[in-house]
Structure formats: structure tokens, C-alpha cells
């Protein structure tokens, strides 16, 4: 078989596929296991709270980074060495005897996501040319949304049925799948030898880790002032200003020094020095494609967080039904996949992003209609199933649209900025979603139980502690004879939150789809693009 031959560079796309939904799975299966995890390491809530989020933190503070990596030392290489350590993290995750050790692999782990997502991006882009290259992003972007959607009924699923250990143990061999498909079937990526902006790269971890802390930790230690003390390595922030509003400032100051020294340096005398050549930002399809990339992640990513919460706690689902429910979001997204092979000769990426983030806004607002405290599993099915059509559309080929005319040669970093704005776009996104949410079931909770006649104190006491367990408190309430009105209560205005973020999703989505018409139709489609070369 020849090293060019459609069929190794297919055999390539299952490993770049398999190693995407690795990080992805990652992402939301340890939201399910975090129970188990709590009762069988003794961890506080602090240290439960860093296991969940120092993935994310990690993961897109290295995204520029090891996307301009990829462009010096080849993809290929990049991304195989960020299996391994993947894979060798989750060993350690697996084996973790304490809090500690599993908030290090934690750690590490987000460091090997970080080199895997934009090196499958720079690799799809320079392997792929014409119409196998919106194929093979479909592929991309469905693998995207399915491991999303399949993680958190994995992760339900081991943790009842064998030990949380496995949602880690479980990567190790498919880090050697990937790694051995890897190695045979993906071309060797070229090299291009430079110096790295050890300062540009300081100010890109620290500006980009502060904001995702910050989005991902908002609602929890407050956006102004702390309300919740933060804990960590032994220090305690207990009052004044919020920690994040501090990271926020800090951030915004460590990415504006960021811009600034890399617009110096591109405009130098050394512009292959630079983290981040700014003049990506003149191609239009980059700079309004990565716009609408962040609008998406807004109102894509948060209705699957807050999702299996109203599923558990309203509906009386157990996690592992709560996440199956959630395939119907997967089933959507290989049906998109593979409608994406016809169409792509018929439809440009552009166009099938538009149609992609109509059906998934339609499917938000379905979801929305019908949700209520009986809702019918086939009714949910369904309008997930829309939305997971919409994702395998548009998830996949924004991506093409955004890269499609950046040159080969800043493949990796322009793939290292998409990615970066996707993940940081999909934190706010969740934050906002749940932002939304909790406000809309403490806020219509407690109308409701002041206007059955409780006293206002007492209604916003039951409303608080509703909203602040996530929930979790309604089966107890329902438990007890004296407050079971509460906990039906409680669920109307848990469905009311969920409605909300829903139609709050839909908009964003709207919101993107108006974006994409400041985004013109790719000069190069990738037709006149060759692949790498061994």
C-alpha cells in the first residue's frame, strides 16, 4: 500500500479521530465519577472541585503553545508524543492512592489534550485536499460531539458496574491503539526549525490559564467579591475582591502584553520567533471564522453540562440512564457524519456550518417546548438528536472554514488559535449556561414558595439550598411528607431553568449563525493543498 494512498491516509483519520475522542471523553466523564471518587480517596470538596477543572485549566493554557510546537517540530510528532503522556497520566490517574496524586495526573493529562487537539487539526489539514478534506473534518467534528455526548454514560456505567479507576484505566489502551495507528499510517509531518518566545510563551499559559479559571470557577468563588474561600498548596483567599475577578484583570493584562509582543515580533526581524503570527488575522475566514467559533461555544457546550442534572434530579433518572440519554446527541452526530460524505461535493463548509447551527438552534428550542417535570425519554431523544445533527455539522466544518486558508507552513499555530477559542468559547459557554440555570431555578423556586404562602426568609433558605446542591437536595425533600410540595416545586422550577438555557443556547447559536455572513467563501478549498509527505 502506498504511503500517498487514499486508503493508509483513511487508516490515519481513525487514529486522529480515536486520540480527539480520548480528550474529549476526558472532559465529561469525570463529572459522573466524582462520587465514587470522594468516597473512596476521602478527598474534600476543594480537592474534588481541582480533579473535575485542572484539566480544562491546563488544557487550554497550552493550546498556542503546542500548536506552534507542532509547526516547528512536525504534528506528527507532537501529537504522538501527547498520547503518550496521555496515556501514561492516565496510569497514574488510575493508580492514585490520594487527592494529591490524582490532581497532578490531572494536571498532566490536560498538558497531553493540549498537544493532541490542534496536531489533529494541523494533521487533517495537510493530509486531506478537495472533497475528502470536508469529509475527513466531518469525521473530526462528529468523533467531537459524540465523545462529549458518550463520556458521561461511560463514565456512569464503570463506576456502577466495575471501579472509577477504569473511566483512567481505560485510556491506556487506546493510547496504544492510537499511538501504533499512528505511527504506521500517518505521514511524517515536516519540520521547521526556530527559536521559541520564551516570554510570549509565558504571557499565553498565564493569559489563557487565568481566564479558564476564571470562566470555570466564577460561579463557585463569586465574579466580584469571594463568596466562597479558594484553597490551594495551602493558601487560603478568604474575602475582598473574588479571586476570579482578580484572574480576570490579570488575564486581560497578560494577553493584551501577549498581542502586543507578537505583533513586534512578526513585524521584526525575526518574525519565526513568534508564538503567534498575527498575520493570520488579515486572512477573513480566519479572524471571522475564530469569532464565530467562540459564539458556537457559547451556546453549544452548556446544555450538555447542566443537561443530566434536570435528567437525575427532575426526572428521576439514575447517572447511568442520564448519560445514556445523552447518545441521542451522538446518534445525531454520525448521522451528520455520514450525510456529510454526499454533501460535501454539493454544499460548501460554510454552508453546511449554517445548517448545522439552524438544527442545532432548533433542537435547543424543541428541547425547550417539551421539557417538563414528566417528560417522555423518546420526546428528549428526539429534540437531542437534532441538536447532535446540528453539532456534527457545524463542530466539524467551522473548523475547515477557519483553516482552509491559512498556509500549510502555520498549520499548527493557526490550528493552536482555532482550538484555543473553541475551548475557551465552550467554558464561557457552560458558565453562562450555568449561570442561567441555577439563577432561573433559585429565582422561580422561591416565587413559587412565597406565593403558596411561606415566609420570604424561609422561601429563599429552601430555594439556596435547592440551587446550591445542584438539585441533589430535591429527593430528600420529596422524602419527607412535610416539604414534598417543596420538591415538586422545586422540579417545575428546575425544568423552568433548563427551558431557559435552552432558548439562552439557541440564541448564541442564532447569534453565530449571523457571524459566519462576515465570513467569506474560502479562496482555498484545499484542492490545490498537497498532503505530507513521508
Known sequence: ?????????WLGLIAIALGVALIVVDTTIVNVIIPPIIEDLKVNATQAQWIQESYAIVFAALLLLTG????????RRVFLSGVVVFGTTSLLAGLAPGGGLLILARFMQGAGAAMILPTSLALLNATFTGKARGQAFAVWGSTIGAAAAFGPALGGWLSEHASWRWAFGINIPLSLLILAGGMVFLA???????????????LSILGLGLLAFALVEGRTYGWLATIEPLEILGFTWGGGPSPVLVALVLSALALIGFVRRQAVLTRG?????????????????????????????LGEYGIIAVLPLWLQFTLGYS?????LSLLAVAVGSFVASGASFGLAAKVSALGLVRIGLALEAAGLVVLGLIAATDSPWWTIAGALCLYGVGVGFATAQVTNVVLADVPETSSG???????????????????????????????????????SGL?????????????????????????????????????????GGLALGAYVGAGFLLLALLATAAIPAARNTGRDRQPAHH
Open 188 to 202: 511524517r509531518s515536516p519540520q521547521k526549525p526556530a527559536r521559541i518566545d520564551a516570554a510570549g510563551a509565558a
Open 269 to 297: 526581524a525575526d518574525p519565526g520567533k513568534a508564538l503567534m503570527d498575527v498575520r493570520l488575522f488579515s486572512i477573513s475566514s480566519f479572524r471571522n471564522g475564530n469569532i464565530a467559533t467562540t459564539i458556537i461555544g
Open 455 to 495: 415566609p420570604v426568609a424561609q422561601s429563599e433558605q429552601l430555594a439556596r439550598t435547592v440551587a446550591d446542591s445542584a438539585g441533589a437536595a430535591i429527593a430528600p425533600l420529596a422524602a419527607d411528607p412535610n416539604t414534598a410540595a417543596v420538591a415538586t416545586a422545586a422540579r417545575e422550577a428546575m425544568t
Open 68 to 75: 506552534r510546537y507542532s509547526d516547528i517540530l512536525g504534528a
Open 1 to 9: 500500500m502506498s504511503t500517498h494512498s487514499p486508503a493508509r491516509r
Open 413 to 451: 499555530q493557526g490550528s493552536g488559535v482555532q482550538s484555543a477559542f473553541r475551548q475557551l468559547g465552550s467554558a464561557l459557554g457552560i458558565a453562562v449556561l450555568f449561570t442561567v440555570f441555577f439563577t432561573g431555578l433559585g429565582a422561580n423556586l422561591q416565587d413559587t414558595l412565597t406565593t
Open 319 to 323: 447517572a447511568v440512564q442520564a448519560g
